[in-house]
């Protein structure tokens, strides 16, 4: 098993920064691939970003690139989230998710663990 914690959520006004951290304990060594995607109130859960774990290979969302960035620190199982030039419709609950495999994930089910998810609230 896969436990998954995010943090760094939080209010902050278009236009500024968040960074969110996801640490991974347990069998982290079955982590192939790391993603984060959101859920807005009324909205399906959407793909944002990931990352392969070995080569920090990362894909993005069309709506976030170019502003997110998404990184791993593996020495501390930790994978990170940087979210710049915030807008309001980025509002949602973020959450982190693992997969086993090596894969360019996008879809929610390809995902076997998910975190508890953390408020991104952004201000016009």
């Known amino acids: 098993q896969v436990q998954l914690v995010e943090s760094g959520g939080g209010l902050v006004q278009a236009g500024g920064s968040l960074r969110l951290s996801c640490a991974a304990s347990?069998?982290?060594?079955?982590?192939?691939?790391m993603g984060w995607f959101r859920q807005a109130p009324g909205k399906e859960r959407e793909f944002v970003a990931v990352?392969?774990?070995?080569?920090?290979?990362?894909a993005y969302a069309d709506s976030v690139k170019g502003r997110f960035t998404i990184s791993r620190d593996n020495a501390a199982n930790t994978v990170f989230l940087q979210m710049n030039s915030l807008k309001p419709e980025d509002t949602a609950i973020y959450y982190c998710?693992?997969?086993?495999?090596?894969?360019?994930?996008?879809?929610?089910?390809?995902?076997?663990?998910w975190g508890q998810g953390t408020q991104v609230t952004v201000s016009s």
């Open positions: 347990g069998r982290t060594s079955s982590i192939g691939t």
């Open positions: 998710a693992a997969a086993v495999g090596q894969y360019f994930h996008i879809r929610p089910t390809s995902y076997n663990y």
């Open positions: 990352i392969i774990m070995t080569d920090g290979a990362p």
